[in-house]
């Protein structure tokens, strides 16, 4: 069964600095893999996916992923963090044994500093 | 382009009333769902519609029915609703397929007395 676990409910960075949001995954399958941005009273927005080839991708906004198989990780980076990058980030993951439904995680909030 | 709509944005019901949530998508999807959000939980698939005329049981169906009324509109109904139904009801579509994303309404706010 598919299962995602996201490291942290809540990160706090200063503008400027890394963002790094850990995104952990089970599938007993190749998968396929989303982060998604949720901001305040709107819906979730994809930020980018995994499907197959390239194991780093590159989504919205400056932000990127790397695939690591031999680590069943997908976490989210971004080099320079902007006040605007302030909202929930959720990672979710598909694959064919779950028909067409998607497992999200519980999210991180993310939190910009001045 | 409006993507995915959903009315109405906000609701308060009291206990044993009953209601429908409408969702509208007017990218041409195959694929529907209703998702739950509660805080700390992520999203729980409710229901959803792998195409026009089917629609399956997701992770937490029990006191919800719904109707895919057609390709566009897929709505979700509380039969008589309870409090621990209180949350915020996502409609969302994709393509077809798991390895499509999914586009999202901006929810629905529901609050059960």
């Known amino acids: 069964a598919q299962s995602v676990t996201q490291l942290g409910s809540h990160v706090s960075v200063s503008e400027g600095a890394l963002v790094l949001l850990r995104c952990n995954y089970s599938s007993s399958v190749p998968p396929y893999l989303f982060w998604y941005v949720q901001y305040p009273n709107q819906g979730l927005q994809l930020l980018l996916k995994y499907t197959t080839g390239a194991t780093l991708v590159k989504g919205i906004n400056g932000f990127e992923a790397e695939f690591k198989k031999s680590e069943t990780s997908f976490h989210l980076t971004k080099p320079s963090a902007h006040m605007s990058d302030a909202a929930e980030y959720f990672c979710a993951v598909s694959d064919d044994t779950g028909g067409f439904k998607t497992i999200f995680g519980a999210g991180t909030r993310l939190f910009v500093k001045a | 382009n409006a993507g995915v709509t959903q009315t109405p944005k906000f609701q308060v019901l009291k206990t044993g009333q009953s209601m429908t949530l409408q969702c509208a998508q007017d990218m041409n999807h195959n694929s529907m769902y209703w998702y739950r959000q509660d805080p700390g939980m992520g999203l729980r698939l409710i229901y959803y519609?792998?195409?026009?005329?089917?629609?399956d049981k997701g992770e937490v169906p029990n006191g919800y029915n719904v109707s895919r009324l057609n390709k566009r509109e897929f709505s979700l109904r509380l039969e008589s609703a309870a409090p621990s139904q209180t949350s915020v009801y996502f409609c969302a579509s994709s393509t077809q397929g798991f390895n499509q994303p999914q586009h999202f309404g901006d929810g629905t706010r529901l609050s059960i007395l």
């Open positions: 519609s792998a195409s026009e005329g089917t629609t």
